[in-house]
């Protein structure tokens, strides 16, 4: 009976290899793993400690907190600060980036967070998740962080990853060498590798958009949706949970694209470059897969401001270049 390992002991088979590596990074991925399982547990039991709907409280983006939001953002504030590997965090329920420790001068890596995204889904009790990406910072140690430590391009994330808490609770990462997936064993609290090396399936025939955004869509989103739905015969189902790591995750292990489309009055889209969509995009890369906005790449693009939006179309590969050529009947 093969021996499962942990998440701990992947993070240090993983450091074995860099002998010369401080591990900082091993402990700020140790710190992510418990971080998880803290939010897990008051995820799991929101409905009993009183901890549903609203904080009362704002995010940066004058959106209404959810009492998780703010529970999940303290707790990875919390975590992350004290293990001393970062040096400043930003994260979407905070207007500016938080410095850690001795005002960011220690710490050699910076973290870009949506502590929970979707939190609104957890009064029906529909998966949510937490979204996160480690970039080396820019700036010497031992000086003041500043704004480009943490306005770097996609392609400069050293980890991406996200956690679903779902039916199981599941932490997913990359480091540049693959995707893994570990599941919470409640029973004893620790994380198992319960999917090595996961890549999107070679086909994949589901689409996922919110359906009310089409008639202001894009012309290439409008067009590729009706193609799959005028094809019966390839078989495409539309799933759309609303919780994009949930649907990122289904379609990574069932083959897919998710959609969140420019559209008239939002021509940027609405999710978020720096927390969200370069994550995605790593992960997706990384398991074979593909992730654009308007333009083309994401992982190329340089931040503006923290916050920035940016069109997204992630998933299997054959789907993000049929959205491309519809793109391409454009011009
Ligand atoms: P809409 C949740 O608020 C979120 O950021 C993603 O998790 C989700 O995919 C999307 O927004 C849902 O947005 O406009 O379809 O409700």
Known sequence: MRKTITLQEFIMDAQAEFPFVSGQLTRLLTDLGVAAKIVNHQVNRAGLAG?????????????????????????????????????????????????????????????????????????????????????????????????????QRGTEQVVAGYILYGSSTMLVYTTGSGVNGFTLDPAVGEFFLSHPKMQFPETGSIYSINDALLSEANP??????????????????????????TDFHRNLIKGGIYLYPSTKSNPNGKLRLCYECAPLAFLALQAGGAAEDDLGSILGKLPENLHQRSPFYVGSVHLIQGLRSCWMENQ
């Open 51 to 151: 901890i549903l709907g609203e904080a009362g409280s704002e995010n940066a983006h004058n959106e209404a907190q959810q009492k998780l939001d703010v529970f999940a953002d303290r707790t990875f504030m919390r975590i992350l600060t004290a293990g001393k590997s970062v040096a400043g965090i930003g994260s979407e329920e905070q207007e500016d980036y938080i410095l850690c420790g001795d005002q960011g001068k220690s710490g050699k890596y910076v973290v870009m967070i949506d502590p929970l995204d979707g939190s609104s889904n957890v009064d029906v009790n529909v998966s949510i998740g937490t979204i996160f990406s480690i970039l080396r910072r820019v700036t010497p140690m031992g000086e003041a962080l500043s704004d480009q430590d943490f306005l």
């Open 220 to 245: 290439a989103t409008q067009r590729f949706i009706a193609g799959c739905r005028e094809a019966p015969e390839l078989g495409f189902k539309s799933r759309y949970i609303g919780s994009l790591v």
